[in-house]
């Protein structure tokens, strides 16, 4: 899917940066229709679209649109996609609608922080209920945090607009700060019209997420509304609200859980000033159009202590022509650039590493999954790293994984890759062959057994096909984490894959058999990263896979008209996929999936997640990282 995306939006790429991950995204409608291979003008479902009355039109236009020109969407110039997608004429009247009330709860949102009137978004016969409920009831707090959760009251629907407008003063009455400290965001995920009316009414579910400061705070609410609206007028008007879900966070200005360190670490570097402090869209708009950086967000760090003085440092992978970087810790918690004098400023296009002990000597060493190869490199007196193996692997290397699934006691690696071959072009919707639900043309992943011999000649053989990994084996891989998850004593294996189902590998003395399609691990979707941890305590390690989630896509996939010949079974799948993260618990023969009433699908376009105690309470809490590209405007989607 991303690397579809990269025909689609052409001129922009990213990469996930060190300092932190990227929040807002450019996605539309339109996009999610091509990733998952259905334009709006899909031939299969014409039939019904033409059905639909247009909303604005009683005439539909017909657009005659070229199939061929879908797949080659880099060469069309955005005016002609705003030409081609046009709910309004295509067919699509509930994303017409969808847009409609989008515009309308931004101008609500507006008003959380400006003054302003209510009268052109609401109907003069308006019932909501309280948008933050009356009866809250605390689930969390320490020094730094507090959560409440609203209890749902069936009776708290009240005609009028005081509730909404008690809430808008609240806010209003003690935010402080600029704009950019202050949102109020919405996700329209559902939709549908009313058919038994005869007013002309339809209903969305709208996640709602307002956050802003106050003297003393932060404060956030998060809410699931049902809104519905009368579209007589014009434009949509709000009838009524249902809040479905709320909870709040205060969280303390003065006791922040983090803060943002990265330039007092690293600004003493010529590499920060001059290249990683800038964001991507700084480079983007300097950059001729594919250069080099289109990989965009794949690019991993690792963390190990290289020099021995119990200080962690970090490995930093870049796209190819610039140096990967290794920067040792001072004593004072800064950075410092030795990469060349390290010998491991490598220009290759390096996709990910791992600092680990391989041949057992008590110092880390270096192993780095590069396209078209996994190049590992020894600690040489805690002063430099020596290349010592340059292992061939499939092209697209994604990322490793480290683990001694053998019990030698020698630490041994998994390679995971993505795409059979770089080329573009053979790949997403634009590709006849590709079957973006259960794609099983990617590359293979390769597991290398280390045979470090005693004399400490690092030494690695490619063993996947003798342990039986070589089963399930040519999809388009993301990430692997290795876990004992059936407590026998041997590491098993999850494999995270884009576009379909995961891999669960047993390890049986050894020898791996894929059990995801009986222990309900398959998590179908666009999987990107994986974590597993003990999150309830029962012994048990369960799994986390982060994957994408869509506003349009959850919208999309609903309705009726969405691949209409194609059976529900596949229709599912494709829902699944718009759904987001999946937390899968660990029961022992197999796995539940708590990702809803665990509130953890949400993670926007997630490429990595991570199980981690945070503030050492013992439970495991857990850290998604998103974004794709930084858009000037809210398209409400990712
Ligand atoms: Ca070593
Ligand atoms: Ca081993
Ligand atoms: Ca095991
Ligand atoms: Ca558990």
């Given at each position: 899917m991303k690397n579809f995306l990269r025909q689609v939006i052409t001129s922009n790429y990213i990469k996930l940066r060190i300092t932190k991950a990227l929040g807002t995204l450019v996605a539309v409608t339109v996009i999610f229709l091509c990733i998952i291979g259905c334009t709006k003008n899909d031939p299969s479902d014409s039939t019904q679209g033409e059905q639909r009355s247009n909303p604005t039109n009683n005439s539909p236009k017909k657009k005659n649109i070229n199939p061929d020109e879908l797949g080659v969407i880099s060469k069309i110039k955005a005016a002609k996609w705003e030409e081609i997608d046009d709910p309004s004429e295509d067919g699509w009247e509930t994303e017409f609608l969808a847009n409609q009330a989008n515009k309308q709860l931004k101008e609500l949102g507006n008003l959380f922080f400006n003054e302003g009137s209510l009268n052109d978004l609401v109907t003069s016969g308006i019932a909501t209920d309280p948008l933050t409920p009356e009866s809250l009831e605390l689930i969390f707090e320490d020094k730094n945090i507090t959560v409440h959760k609203g209890n749902k009251n069936e009776n708290q629907l009240k005609k009028g607009t005081?509730?909404?407008?008690?809430?808008?003063?609240?806010?209003?009455?003690?935010r402080t700060g600029s704009?950019?400290?202050?949102?109020?965001?919405?996700?329209?995920?559902?939709?549908?019209?009313?058919?038994?009316?005869a007013q002309k009414k339809f209903t969305t579910e709208v996640l709602f997420s307002l956050n802003f400061r106050t003297e003393k705070n932060v404060i956030e609410k998060h809410a699931s509304w049902s809104v519905q609206w009368d579209e007589e007028q014009e434009k949509p008007k709000i009838d009524k609200i249902r809040v479905l879900?709320?909870?709040?966070?205060?969280?303390s200005q003065s006791e922040k859980i983090f803060t943002d360190v990265t330039g007092s670490a690293l600004d003493s570097n010529d590499c920060y000033k001059t290249q990683l402090s800038y964001g991507m869209n700084h480079w983007l708009s300097r950059l001729p159009v594919r250069a080099m950086l289109n990989r965009f967000g794949t690019p991993g760090i690792s963390i190990g202590d290289v020099n021995g003085d119990g200080l962690e440092d970090i490995y930093l992978c870049q796209e190819p022509g610039l140096p990967n970087r290794l920067f040792i810790q001072r004593k004072n918690g800064t950075l410092m650039d030795v990469s060349a004098e390290w010998g491991v400023d490598w220009l290759e296009d390096s996709r990910s590493s791992i600092i680990a002990d391989f041949d057992n000597d008590g110092d880390q060493d270096l192993a780095v999954a590069v396209y078209g190869m996994l190049l590992i490199a020894k600690n040489d007196q805690q002063k430099r790293f020596v290349p010592a193996m340059a292992l061939?692997?499939?092209?697209?290397?994604?990322?490793?994984?480290?683990?001694?699934?053998?019990?030698?006691?020698?630490?041994?690696?998994y390679v995971c890759a993505?795409?059979?071959?770089?080329?573009?072009?053979?790949?997403?919707?634009?590709?006849?062959?590709?079957?973006?639900?259960?794609?099983?043309?990617?590359a293979s992943n390769l597991l290398f057994k280390n045979e470090t011999t005693e004399s400490g000649k690092l030494s690695f053989a490619n063993a996947t096909e003798e342990?039986?990994?070589?089963?399930?084996?040519?999809?388009?891989s993301f990430a692997a984490s290795w876990e004992d998850f059936d407590n026998d004593g041997d590491q098993d294996l999850y494999v995270a894959n884009d576009y379909g189902r995961n891999n669960l590998y047993r390890n049986d003395s050894g020898k791996f058999t894929d059990i995801a399609a009986n222990t309900n691990t398959e998590d179908s979707a666009s999987g990107m990263s994986?974590?597993?941890?003990?999150?309830?305590?029962?012994?048990?390690?369960?799994?986390?896979?982060?994957n994408m989630f869509s506003a349009a896509g959850n919208r999309i996939t609903e309705q009726q008209q969405f691949k209409s010949k194609t059976n529900n079974k596949i229709r599912g799948r494709f829902r699944r996929f718009a759904r987001g993260n999946t937390l899968l618990r660990n029961i022992g023969s197999s796995f539940e999936d708590k990702s809803i009433s665990a509130g953890v699908n949400m993670g926007r376009w997630a490429w990595g997640s991570n199980f981690v105690d945070l503030?050492?309470?013992?439970?495991?809490?857990?850290?998604?990282?998103?974004?794709y590209l930084t858009s000037k405007e809210e398209t409400g989607d990712l």
């Open positions: 005081q509730h909404l407008e008690k809430e808008l003063n609240s806010v209003r009455q003690i704009d950019d400290d202050n949102h109020a965001k919405f996700k329209i995920i559902g939709i549908k019209k009313e058919t038994e009316s879900s709320f909870n709040q966070t205060t969280s061939k692997t499939s092209w697209s290397t994604a990322s490793l994984a480290a683990a001694d699934y053998d019990k030698d006691g020698l630490l041994d690696l993505y795409v059979q071959e770089d080329n573009g072009e053979s790949i997403g919707a634009a590709n006849n062959q590709f079957v973006y639900h259960d794609a099983e043309n990617g342990v039986g990994l070589n089963i399930n084996n040519h999809r388009w994986v974590t597993w941890a003990d999150y309830d305590r029962d012994g048990r390690m369960d799994l986390y896979v982060s503030n050492n309470d013992s439970l495991a809490d857990l850290v998604v990282a998103n974004g």
